[in-house]
C-alpha cells in the first residue's frame, strides 16, 4: 500500500522540504548562469554586425563564434578555482560567488558600444567580458553538480541530479523565449540590429541578483559539513591521486560534450546558416525542440535510477556514433520544417542518454574531499577543447566548403567516448557519494 501525507512524520516531512529547497535554490542559479552564457550564442545573429563590421554574415558568425571559444578558455580555470573553493570553504560559498561574477559579465556585454563607436576596443571589451563569464560558467558546472548529487537521496540520485541539464536547457529556454519575444511582439529586426540584443544581457545580469539571494539562502551540504579539517585541504595534488578517474571523466565528456553543442547551441545557427530557414523559424523550433528536451532529462533520469547509469550511456554511445551523420546530412538538405524538428528530437533523445546522468556519475567517482574540483577541472578543460570549439570548427569547414567533415568529426568523438562507456563501472553500483 502507497503511504499517504499522514503517515510521514514531522521529521521525514522536514527533511522533503528542507532537500527540495537546497535542489531549487541550487538549480534555480544553475538556470540564471547558463542563461547568461547562452543568451550571447541565441543573439550573436544579431549583435555580430555591431562588433565586426563585415559583409560576409559567415565570417561575421566566425568571429563571434571565436569570441565563444576563447570564453571556454577561462572554464578550465573556475573548474580549479570554484571546485578548491568548493572543496575547502563550501559548494555553497563557491557557487554564491560564481553567479555574481556571472552578473559582472552580462553587465559589460550589454554596456558595451559596438565598433563605430569605439573601434577595436569593442570586441576586445566582448572578449574580457566572455573571459569572466566563462570564468563563471567553468566554476558553475562541477560545484553544482556536487552540491545537487550529495543533496540527493541515493535512491532517487539520477533523477534529482538531472535537473542540472534540466535549468541548463532551461537557460538556453530563457534566452530563446526572450529572443521570441522581442523577435515576434515587442521589436522588428533593424531595431534588434540596432539596440534591441542588448536588452537580454541586462534582464541576465538582473536575474543573477537574483540567483545571489537564492544561494546565500540555501543550506551546505552535509558531505561537506561531515569533513574533518585535514579532508578541507584537497587541491590540485590530492586530485592527481585519482588520474583513473580523471581520466574517466575526460572521455565520459568527450563524446557527450560535442554532441550536446551540435545539437543544441549550433543547431539553430545551422539552421539560418546551412540549412536557410529565417531566423524567426529557427528560434521557434530550437525552442520547441530544447522545451521537450528538458522535459526528458528526469525521466532519463529516473530511468537510471532503475536500471544502471552505463545503459544509458552506452545507447548514447551507439546511437550517437551510427545517426550523426545521417541526422545532420538529413538535416542540411531538408525543407520540410516538421521533418527537420524531428530530426532534432530523435539527435535530442541520443543526447539525452549522456546529458541526464552525466552529472552524477562524476560526482560518485571522486570522495567528498576532491569531488567538486574532481568533477569541475577535468570537465571544464575537456569542454574548453572540444565543446567551446564545435561550432568554431562546423563554421570553419563550411566556410572552406566541406561542412560534412564535421559531422564525421562529431561522431569520431562519440565512437571514442563510447569505448569507455563499455569499459567503467556503472557508478550507480560503485559510488563513492556513500563512503
Not at 539552421?271 to 531566423?279: E, P, Q
Not at 548514447?316 to 524531428?342: D, M, Q, R, W, Y
Request: hydrophobic share 45%; glycine share 10%.
Amino acid at each position: 500500500m502507497n503511504q499517504s501525507a499522514n503517515d510521514f512524520t514531522p521529521k521525514e516531512i522536514d527533511e522533503v522540504k528542507y532537500r527540495l529547497k537546497s535542489i531549487f535554490g541550487g538549480s534555480v542559479g544553475n538556470l540564471v548562469e547558463w542563461y547568461d552564457w547562452y543568451t550571447y550564442s541565441a543573439f550573436a545573429l544579431y549583435f555580430s554586425p555591431a562588433f565586426f563590421p563585415n559583409s560576409n554574415p559567415t565570417a561575421q558568425l566566425l568571429d563571434t563564434a571565436g569570441i565563444f571559444a576563447v570564453g571556454f578558455l577561462m572554464r578550465p580555470i573556475g573548474g580549479w578555482l570554484f571546485g578548491s573553493i568548493a572543496d575547502k570553504m563550501g559548494r555553497k560559498k563557491s557557487m554564491t560567488l560564481s553567479v555574481l561574477i556571472m552578473a559582472i559579465g552580462s553587465l559589460i556585454i550589454g554596456l558595451t558600444p559596438g565598433y563605430n563607436q569605439i573601434g577595436v576596443f569593442a570586441p576586445l571589451l566582448l572578449v574580457f567580458a566572455r573571459l569572466i563569464q566563462g570564468l563563471s560558467t567553468g566554476g558553475e558546472y562541477g560545484t553544482s553538480a556536487t552540491y545537487l548529487s550529495e543533496m540527493a537521496t541515493k535512491k532517487h540520485r539520477g533523477f534529482y541530479s538531472s535537473f542540472q541539464y534540466v535549468t541548463l536547457i532551461g537557460g538556453q529556454l530563457l534566452a530563446l523565449g526572450i529572443q521570441l519575444i522581442l523577435q515576434n511582439w515587442l521589436l522588428t529586426p533593424a531595431e534588434l540590429h540596432d539596440w534591441g540584443w542588448r536588452i537580454p544581457f541586462f534582464i541576465g545580469a538582473i536575474l543573477s541578483f537574483i540567483a545571489l539571494y537564492l544561494r546565500r539562502h540555501i543550506d551546505e551540504t552535509a558531505a561537506f559539513k561531515s569533513k574533518n579539517k585535514d579532508e578541507k585541504k584537497g587541491g590540485i595534488k590530492v586530485l592527481l591521486t585519482y588520474p583513473k578517474e580523471v581520466f574517466t571523466v575526460v572521455g565520459l565528456t568527450l563524446g557527450g560534450t560535442i554532441a550536446f553543442y551540435t545539437f543544441s547551441t549550433y543547431m539553430q545557427k545551422f539552421l539560418v546558416n546551412t540549412v536557410h530557414l529565417s531566423k524567426e523559424t529557427s528560434t521557434t523550433l530550437s525552442f520547441i525542440s530544447l522545451l521537450v528536451f528538458a522535459i526528458m532529462q528526469p525521466l532519463f533520469g529516473l530511468l537510471s535510477d532503475k536500471i544502471g547509469r552505463k545503459p544509458l550511456l552506452i545507447g548514447f554511445g551507439v546511437l550517437g556514433t551510427l545517426c550523426t551523420v545521417p541526422i545532420l546530412t538529413g538535416l542540411a538538405s531538408e525543407t520540410n520544417t516538421t521533418i527537420i524538428f524531428l530530426l532534432m528530437i530523435g539527435a535530442l533523445i541520443i543526447v539525452s542518454g549522456y546529458t541526464s546522468i552525466n552529472a552524477v556519475v562524476k560526482a560518485e567517482l571522486f570522495p567528498a574531499e576532491i569531488r567538486a574540483l574532481g568533477v569541475g577541472l577535468p570537465y571544464a578543460l575537456t569542454v574548453a577543447i572540444f565543446g567551446g570549439t564545435a561550432e568554431y570548427l562546423a563554421l570553419w569547414f563550411k566556410n572552406i566548403g566541406h561542412e560534412n567533415y564535421f559531422y564525421w568529426y562529431v561522431t569520431a568523438c562519440i565512437l571514442i567516448s563510447l569505448v569507455l562507456y563499455t569499459t567503467m563501472k556503472d557508478t550507480k553500483h560503485h559510488s563513492k557519494i556513500e563512503d
